[in-house]
């Protein structure tokens, strides 16, 4: 169902009906959620696994909202500046994954941010710098270097704590014998 709604050149094109393929997209993104969260207790490691699956998902969604409604024009032809803003969501997306990660200490999380961060840097540098004429590139550029500054800016605000807990946990362990 989900490939004949949202084919994965639906990040490109967009798509025929949105509407279905929006239900189509958030019923196997919540039903991955839904098992992620029910067998998390049951069987971890493949819990963890379709919780990512989930979270692809729901970011898949966005893709495709964002490629169809600002990506199209009236005609259906695709149009660059939806991918600059897709470029700008994944980013967004991938940040705040990382920042919800270091606030909540899940390092899934983190490591899925990363991994989205990691995409949309690719994207920028292979797609983007090829593919979208003066303005949406250097729209494209733009964006994800503020936002790579302001999860630089996050990271430093969250890590001096995680480096506070582990020298109190020296101080009050056993003493260290230094070579």
């Given at each position: 169902?989900?490939?004949?709604?949202?084919?994965?050149?639906?990040?490109?094109?967009?798509?025929?009906?949105?509407?279905?393929?929006?239900?189509?997209?958030?019923?196997?993104?919540?039903?991955?959620?839904?098992?992620?969260?029910?067998?998390?207790?049951?069987?971890?490691?493949?819990?963890?696994?379709?919780?990512?699956?989930?979270?692809?998902?729901?970011?898949?969604?966005?893709?495709?909202?964002?490629?169809?409604?600002i990506?199209?024009?009236?005609?259906?032809?695709?149009?660059?500046?939806?991918?600059?803003?897709?470029?700008?969501?994944?980013t967004?997306?991938?940040?705040?994954a990382?920042?919800?990660?270091?606030?909540?200490?899940?390092?899934?999380?983190?490591?899925?941010?990363?991994?989205?961060?990691?995409?949309?840097?690719?994207?920028?540098w292979?797609?983007?710098?090829?593919?979208?004429?003066?303005?949406?590139?250097?729209?494209?550029?733009?964006?994800?270097?503020?936002?790579?500054?302001?999860?630089?800016?996050?990271?430093?605000?969250?890590?001096?704590?995680e480096?506070?807990?582990?020298?109190?946990?020296?101080?009050?362990?056993?003493?260290?014998?230094?070579?």
């Amino acid at each position: 169902m989900l490939v004949v709604e949202a084919p994965p050149i639906a990040i490109a094109e967009g798509v025929e009906d949105l509407g279905s393929a929006l239900v189509a997209i958030a019923c196997c993104a919540g039903a991955a959620f839904a098992c992620w969260f029910y067998g998390r207790e049951i069987e971890p490691k493949t819990a963890t696994v379709v919780g990512y699956l989930s979270a692809a998902g729901f970011v898949y969604l966005g893709s495709v909202a964002i490629i169809d409604v600002i990506g199209d024009n009236a005609s259906g032809e695709a149009r660059e500046i939806g991918q600059s803003w897709l470029s700008a969501f994944w980013t967004a997306t991938g940040l705040g994954a990382v920042v919800w990660g270091m606030v909540r200490r899940s390092p899934q999380a983190r490591l899925g941010g990363l991994a989205l961060l990691a995409v949309a840097i690719v994207k920028v540098w292979t797609y983007d710098l090829s593919e979208l004429e003066e303005l949406a590139r250097a729209l494209s550029f733009v964006i994800l270097g503020l936002l790579l500054l302001a999860g630089a800016f996050a990271y430093q605000r969250f890590k001096p704590e995680e480096e506070e807990e582990s020298v109190e946990e020296v101080e009050e362990g056993e003493p260290q014998l230094f070579l």
